[in-house]
């Protein structure tokens, strides 16, 4: 390690991701809940035949399936706003005092799917949050008013419902059963120019594509999807919905061959929610968990890389009541295989609140058993620091040429720190304020603002905790605990030469 510098800006790649509504609305509340019956879905869990020979059309399994899908108008009516500070003239305001602004009347287009006879339609959440007014235009051409029953911006679903009766729902099929290569067909309303059918294949599935969504599951496929697509049916070649359009991946707003659909397992449990209670009620662990890298799983002892590694245990909470610790490996929930951070998310999330759950974690190099009672998952609200000091006391620098951090500056936390970085109280560790771009660490992912908690396993307490730990040089393969963006990770330092990772 070695004195710090100033704090560097981090750096990020970022591909632009586009949402798939022609027009951008404001906010809207959505139906009260209530104890409505579930929606009756019409559901076919038979496995697709992959070795049936492929149709040189898919003519019929089209006529079969477009009727399920709609074009979805939405309008926001004119509004007045104050200005914000940087649309509003000083002298205007001396005088006059705040400027109103008049926010014209706005439109969009999406798409949704048919899900019951009765009227229960499935779109996204982007496609009919702020609505004023929403228009579903069916396949022969009639018009109906749809009121939002739910909205989920968690996974951006929404559901609405019109007023009819025996309309063409679509079937779904258990996503879970869809494979890589699986041919698939796109239905929707593109650029508002009218139903379009697309075709493709899977490209991959429960893919995590950074959309700032809390639960991410996404079904990627090549077939074309573009702005207006939002909600429309991506289906299997049999006529059955495996997923809602959402998004695209794309530099040019267009197309690019990446798209990414809600899979209906995810779809029916989000459904079923807002159909009946108006709202989303997820399960609730209270743990952040890690996907296991070839790094850790050597860091930790582990033959294979299935499983989440547990990186922080909230207080009071059910796993914390349960005995849960951070470092745990767990590999199976009640019974089924947990493949991954992600898998474990949103298995505990679709769990109801309430529900007895057996989860199965390494400790150790061994196994154990931990019997805990999922709770509801609290509201997430943007934590402040209300630690105020008179004066701020200056960071202590520390410094090392040698050891197993080579390339990274710490320093005491300080309140100054914690206020910019938004460090919850509770945490303690030594702070990153430098990392060398060629170094280990720098491969590794560490970058300033981050905090150590541990190293090797022993607590960090401060800057000179961690110089100290460090400086044993005699295992080129350091396992850090670190604090970083909001939450708590592992990270293998390896100075041989090869990068580790978090």
Same mark, same amino acid.
């Given at each position: 390690?070695?004195?710090?510098?100033?704090?560097?800006?981090?750096?990020?790649?970022?591909?632009?991701?586009?949402?798939?509504?022609?027009?951008?609305?404001?906010?809207?509340?959505? *139906?009260?809940?209530?104890?409505?019956?579930? *929606?009756?879905?019409?559901?076919?869990?038979?496995?697709?035949?992959? =070795?049936?020979? +492929?149709?040189?059309?898919?003519?019929?399994?089209?006529?079969?399936?477009?009727?399920?899908?709609?074009?979805?108008?939405?309008?926001?009516?004119?509004?007045?706003?104050?200005?914000?500070?940087? +649309?509003?003239?000083?002298?205007?305001?001396?005088?006059?005092?705040?400027?109103?602004?008049?926010?014209?009347?706005?439109?969009?287009?999406?798409?949704?799917?048919?899900?019951?006879?009765?009227?229960? !339609?499935?779109?996204?959440?982007?496609?009919?949050?702020?609505?004023?007014?929403? @228009?579903?235009?069916?396949?022969?051409?009639? +018009?109906?008013?749809?009121?939002? /029953?739910?909205?989920?911006?968690?996974?951006?679903?929404?559901?609405?419902?019109?007023?009819?009766?025996?309309?063409?729902? /679509?079937?779904?099929?258990?996503?879970?059963?869809?494979?890589?290569?699986?041919?698939?067909?796109?239905?929707?309303?593109?650029?508002?120019?009218?139903?379009?059918?697309?075709?493709?294949?899977?490209?991959?599935?429960?893919?995590?594509?950074?959309?700032?969504?809390?639960?991410? =599951?996404?079904?990627?496929?090549?077939?074309? !999807?573009?702005?207006?697509?939002?909600?429309? *049916?991506?289906?299997?070649?049999?006529?059955?919905?495996?997923?809602?359009? @959402?998004?695209?991946?794309?530099?040019?707003?267009?197309?690019?061959?990446?798209?990414?659909?809600?899979?209906?397992?995810?779809?029916?449990?989000?459904?079923?929610?807002?159909?009946?209670?108006?709202?989303?009620?997820?399960?609730?662990?209270?743990?952040?968990?890690?996907?296991?890298?070839?790094?850790?799983? +050597?860091?930790?002892?582990?033959?294979?890389?299935?499983?989440?590694?547990?990186?922080?245990?909230?207080?009071?909470?059910?796993?914390?009541?349960?005995?849960?610790?951070?470092?745990? /490996?767990?590999?199976?929930?009640?019974?089924?295989?947990?493949?991954?951070?992600?898998?474990?998310?949103?298995?505990?999330?679709?769990?109801?609140?309430?529900?007895?759950?057996?989860?199965?974690?390494?400790?150790?190099?061994?196994?154990?058993?931990?019997?805990? %009672? %999922?709770?509801?998952?609290?509201?997430?609200?943007?934590?402040?620091?209300?630690?105020?000091?008179?004066?701020?006391?200056?960071?202590?620098?520390?410094?090392?040429? @040698?050891?197993?951090?080579?390339?990274?500056?710490?320093?005491?936390?300080?309140?100054?720190?914690?206020?910019?970085?938004?460090?919850?109280?509770? !945490?303690?560790?030594?702070?990153? @304020?430098?990392?060398?771009?060629?170094?280990?660490?720098?491969?590794?992912?560490?970058?300033?603002?981050?905090?150590?908690?541990?190293?090797?396993?022993?607590?960090?307490?401060?800057?000179?905790?961690?110089?100290?730990?460090?400086?044993?040089?005699?295992?080129?393969?350091?396992?850090?605990?670190?604090?970083?963006?909001?939450?708590?990770?592992?990270?293998?330092?390896?100075?041989?030469?090869?990068?580790?990772?978090?």
């Amino acid at each position: 390690m070695k004195h710090p510098t100033s704090l560097s800006s981090r750096r990020r790649l970022a591909l632009a991701v586009f949402s798939l509504l022609t027009a951008g609305i404001l906010s809207m509340a959505a *139906a009260k809940p209530s104890d409505n019956p579930p *929606a009756e879905l019409k559901l076919d869990a038979k496995p697709l035949d992959r =070795d049936a020979r +492929e149709p040189l059309s898919f003519a019929r399994i089209v006529k079969q399936v477009t009727p399920s899908v709609v074009r979805i108008t939405v309008q926001t009516k004119a509004k007045v706003r104050v200005a914000n500070a940087d +649309e509003q003239d000083p002298f205007f305001r001396q005088f006059f005092g705040p400027q109103l602004l008049r926010q014209p009347p706005q439109a969009g287009l999406g798409s949704g799917v048919i899900l019951s006879r009765d009227g229960y !339609i499935v779109t996204n959440n982007h496609v009919v949050a702020g609505a004023d007014d929403v @228009t579903v235009a069916l396949s022969d051409g009639s +018009e109906l008013k749809a009121r939002i /029953i739910g909205r989920d911006s968690q996974t951006d679903i929404a559901v609405i419902k019109v007023e009819a009766k025996d309309l063409p729902a /679509i079937t779904l099929a258990e996503s879970a059963q869809v494979e890589v290569g699986d041919r698939v067909l796109a239905i929707g309303n593109p650029f508002g120019i009218g139903q379009t059918v697309t075709s493709g294949i899977v490209s991959a599935t429960s893919r995590r594509a950074g959309l700032g969504l809390a639960y991410e =599951d996404f079904i990627q496929t090549d077939a074309a !999807i573009n702005p207006g697509n939002s909600g429309g *049916a991506l289906v299997d070649v049999s006529g059955r919905l495996i997923g809602i359009n @959402t998004a695209i991946l794309s530099r040019s707003g267009g197309s690019q061959g990446v798209g990414l659909a809600v899979p209906t397992d995810l779809v029916r449990h989000v459904v079923d929610n807002l159909v009946q209670n108006g709202k989303v009620v997820r399960g609730y662990l209270g743990v952040s968990v890690q996907n296991l890298t070839p790094a850790l799983a +050597e860091s930790f002892k582990l033959k294979d890389r299935v499983g989440a590694i547990v990186t922080d245990v909230k207080p009071n909470s059910p796993a914390a009541k349960a005995g849960l610790r951070e470092g745990d /490996i767990v590999v199976e929930f009640n019974g089924k295989p947990v493949a991954d951070a992600s898998r474990l998310s949103l298995t505990v999330g679709q769990t109801a609140p309430g529900t007895k759950v057996d989860l199965k974690v390494l400790r150790e190099g061994k196994e154990a058993t931990i019997t805990t %009672t %999922t709770g509801k998952l609290p509201r997430q609200r943007v934590a402040r620091n209300q630690e105020q000091d008179e004066a701020d006391d200056e960071a202590v620098d520390r410094s090392s040429d @040698t050891g197993v951090l080579n390339g990274v500056a710490v320093a005491d936390l300080d309140p100054a720190s914690r206020r910019q970085l938004g460090v919850p109280p509770r !945490i303690t560790g030594a702070l990153i @304020t430098d990392v060398e771009q060629d170094s280990a660490s720098a491969r590794a992912g560490l970058q300033p603002g981050d905090v150590i908690l541990e190293i090797n396993h022993q607590p960090v307490a401060s800057a000179e905790d961690a110089v100290k730990l460090s400086e044993d040089d005699s295992n080129k393969k350091t396992l850090l605990k670190l604090w970083s963006r909001g939450g708590t990770v592992f990270a293998v330092i390896d100075e041989t030469g090869t990068s580790g990772g978090n």
